[in-house]
């Protein structure tokens, strides 16, 4: 292990693992915003919302997040979308990781009894008021688990931009690996900050988890 | 710049043979992530603990990290160490071992779920221990998990596209070389998708119906 070019190196890799940090929360809320209108699409009344939330989830779950993301960006142009890497990697992966998280809502939602709406209905609310004082409270708390799931996916699923070019953790890395010829080191570097954002964002998940669990 | 879809005919011999080495990259690190999942969880459940924490900490890092990165660092770290693997094994590796990870943590926690009196039983009969745990436990326990097994084989199918960045002709790699002569990203990125979406439902066809033939009670 070449300790002294991992104290040169560092700092170029702390500044990347920001732009991963970034990368990271902006790509999540924005699944989580087009998760949210997935899964009121594909649990709605009408039959057309309901295949247009199955079409999107078919789509992005059917193909490569990587030919999603080359799509957007490279293919995007000739249809009139330009928008520079940065952006893209977040529209792309963001609206990627949207279908997995319409399918994880949508799983908490109907996991709820049903007769939790049906009895809240019988007492007088509207179907809209059952459904956001009743379900939904409940089915958020089924859900941090698994959106954690996807929360983490989404984090290694950043270094996917590194494919154009925008310099995250992963592309750091591999330029340093094609300057330095020195992978171990570099894979330790990268490997130990993706490490350290997965493990303190995966213990508010369960932090956030125990918080809202009902006693057993 | 429009769409113009003509582009693609000329090249579908070069997308025909992308699919090809797409469906042998998923099948050859699909079979070594099943195996390999097995081997990781064996030995995580009894080896001794010289060998079980190294292996613990591994799958720590390999479940930690991108996937990207793992193949970078196989790919160009095995040439560091005098090992010059061509790229579609390195990809094997990288993708089967990723993979292999995941499928432990599944098969380790059917194997904990499988009622010990099997293993007692099995020993009372006399096997040995290692013939108890390959052909009474480790069957049972797989057989439980091959739905989610085979959810992971549907994520490995897809993220195969990441072993084009190390060189491996398969069809995100093969999309590309056409859009390097015709400069039409868009059209053929497109094709891709689509075929990569018809791999997809003839793997889930497959995978149902590999489903069905194990299920235990029919």
Not at chain 1, 14 to 41: D, F, N, P, Q, Y
Not at chain 2, 15 to 31: E, F, M, N, R, Y
Not at chain 2, 140 to 159: C, E, H, S
């Amino acid at each position: 292990m070449d300790t002294e070019l991992i104290l040169k190196v560092y700092p170029y890799f702390l500044e990347a693992a920001v732009v991963t940090i970034e990368l990271s929360i902006l790509t999540i809320v924005l699944g989580l915003i087009c998760g949210a209108l997935g899964a009121t699409a594909r649990l709605s009344r009408f039959k057309a919302l309901r295949f247009l939330g199955a079409a999107y989830v078919s789509f992005f779950r059917g193909t490569p997040a990587l030919i999603q993301l080359f799509l957007l960006y490279f293919g995007g142009p000739q249809i009139g979308i330009q928008l520079d890497a940065f952006e893209a990697g977040v529209i792309g992966l963001g609206v990627n990781i949207g279908a997995y998280m319409t399918e994880t809502m949508r799983g908490a939602i109907i996991a709820i009894d049903k007769g939790q709406g049906e009895a809240a209905r019988t007492l007088g609310l509207s179907r809209e008021q059952a459904f956001r004082k009743v379900v939904l409270p409940q089915a958020l708390r089924l859900m941090i688990r698994p959106l954690g799931v996807n929360i983490n996916a989404q984090i290694k699923g950043t270094a996917l931009v590194s494919a154009i070019s925008v310099v995250e953790l992963t592309y750091t890395a591999q330029r340093y690996i094609g300057s330095t010829y020195k992978p171990f080191e570099m894979f330790f570097l990268a490997g130990v900050l993706y490490l350290v954002i997965i493990t303190i964002t995966g213990k508010g998940v369960a932090y956030l988890d125990r918080k809202v669990r009902l006693p057993a | 710049m429009g769409l113009d879809f003509s582009v693609l005919p000329p090249f579908y011999g070069t997308l025909a043979l992308g699919v090809l080495w797409t469906i042998a990259i998923t099948a050859a690190s699909a079979v070594l992530s099943f195996f390999g999942g097995i081997l990781l969880a064996v030995i995580a459940l009894y080896a001794p603990m010289a060998i079980r924490l190294p292996f613990r900490f591994v799958a720590w890092l390999f479940m930690g990290t991108p996937l990207l990165l793992q193949l970078f660092l196989i790919y160009f770290g095995l040439v560091q160490i005098g090992i010059d693997l061509p790229a579609f094994v390195a990809g094997v590796i990288g993708l089967g071992f990723h993979f292999a990870v995941y499928n432990s943590e599944l098969i380790q926690t059917a194997m904990i779920a499988v009622d010990k009196g099997q293993m007692e039983a099995a020993r009372t009969l006399g096997l040995s221990r290692r013939q108890a745990l390959i052909k009474v436990v480790v069957p049972q326990a797989v057989r439980d998990v091959i739905p989610p097994i085979g959810n992971n084989m549907i994520a490995l199918l897809k993220d195969s596209a990441l072993v084009s960045v190390i060189g491996v002709s398969e069809l995100t790699l093969s999309a590309q070389r056409a859009i390097g002569q015709t400069y039409r990203a868009f059209e053929f990125y497109a094709a891709a998708a689509v075929l990569y979406y018809i791999i997809n439902l003839g793997m889930e066809a497959v995978l149902r119906w590999f489903e069905n033939r194990n299920r235990l009670y029919r």
